[in-house]
């Protein structure tokens, strides 16, 4: 059973889905601690972009009976606020609302867990803060984003051009008239049945008299204003102290399996293959959590 709750950071407020019963006193003081004191490491979720936290549903009952897990949704996500509408959605912002999470469930051991975008916050968060990070798994996501420094310029535009582009829009965003409508609309983009994609999508919509609405921010369609490049990528992971797991699809990402993918820039990592494409984690939930569970013992507070 997952918990429903609320963690109030600095600037935002985030919805979060627990493993254990939160204790209400340490929330209302910006803190998240297990009611019962059964001592288990905890595994922070962290999903990917346009999705929120129930797209590790189906891991949630396998890893429980090892893990204390946390799942949130990302600021602008699922039940979580949006940022301000003056203020859009940048990666490095990311990194800081997970070390407002991290620090809300300091002194426990944590690893962390995030597909896609929630992967690469979580790298670049355990470059930053090695000591903090007992275990990274990795699922379709590897290193930082980076470009070539060239790009600057180009890329500026092109981020100030988007954010340009949905200020002269008018229209309002078109609804959809039934929740099976919305249901098919991301079976359809992910390439999923409808199985898999049920609790995210529950999570992912509203609705109103006029039908069915997404809830999502639409600032997080706007193009990124910099990127950081090769160098500072590396220099990110080179920091990384923990072992890392990179799961990915066999039908996913090519690039992630590549000799130039950045596996090679951690000090400890593995990758291994499931069945599946970018979601794989929906598409072979059993598959891993075993391999999740096979090797926790190489993670420095579970030995």
Known sequence: MMHECRLHLAETELAVLASFQPCRGALQAGRLKALDSENRPILLCLHGWHDNAASFTPLFEPLSQVFHLVAIDWPGHGLSAHRDPDNYYYFMDYVDTLAQVMQAISGESVMLMGHSLGALVAAAYAGAYPEAVSGLILIEGLVPLYENAALAADRLRSGIDSRMKRRQRQKPALKMDSFQAALSVRCRVN????????PLVQRAIYQDGEGWSWRHDDKLRCDSLIRLTEAQSKALVASIECPVLSIVGDKGFAHLKAPESGLSWFASADQIVVPGGHHCHLESPQKV????????SKFKQLV
């Open 289 to 296: 959590c075993d391999q999740i569970l096979l090797l926790t």
């Open 191 to 198: 390439g999923l049945t409808s199985e898999q994609l049920l």
